[in-house]
């Protein structure tokens, strides 16, 4: 005797939603975690990047007595014949020093992911292409206008991200890194700091990263920060 049950091939239209309904539902619980993970990622990679950048600065300490400034610049230049363009007053500039005296040949230690930095660094350390603006993710503390030693207080920083943009006032952005700041200091440690309401960092006794009043780490320095140069 043979059968009359018809068999349906497919989804229905109804069911076909209700599989898209629950696939967006899924999407949209796991969004956040990807995302806060990519930013956790990218926090590490500051961080292992700040610890070379601390490295290379007391290598060129070494080398030139202290970390880079404008009267570096011009001995780097003429101990090297290099071309690269060291004029500048951002941390760019600074930073193409260390390049420029053949401490690293990368650019790469110089980048963290931020609004200002929308790719990684190329690697063209060419004269006109190292360090170009977009490059460097890392902000650049001088004692005024001279750089700093490690001489000084080893708790100093010395360079930091993320930066709001363009800022030289020590405020950060809390979105690139889940809320924290990256300092690198002056004893090659890389710390990462809550960011406040405010957009700062507290360094211990409600002292912000720049504040040289009495009793802070800075002593009798100037703190200055160098904001990386953007496109």
Known sequence: MKSNRMYRSGFTLVELLVVIVIIAALAGLTAPMVMKQRKKADQTEAI?????IGIALFQ??????TYPD???AVVVADSTGSTMDTSGDTSNDYFRQLIAAKVT???VMFYAKTPYTPRKPDDDISAGQALKPGEVGYGYIMN???GFSS???PGRPVAVTPLLLGSTTGEFDPDAFLGKAVVVKMDNSVVSYQIREDKKISLGAGRTLLDNSEGSIW???T????APATK
Request: glycine fraction near 14%; avoid cysteine.
């Open 48 to 52: 292992s990047n700040g610890k070379q």
């Open 223 to 226: 703190p200055v920060l160098k």
């Open 144 to 146: 005024d206008e001279s």
């Open 105 to 107: 040949e990368s650019e």
């Open 219 to 221: 002593g009798a320095a």
């Open 70 to 72: 404008k009267e570096t």
């Open 60 to 65: 060129f300490e070494t080398d030139y007595g």
């Open 151 to 153: 001489a000084g207080n």
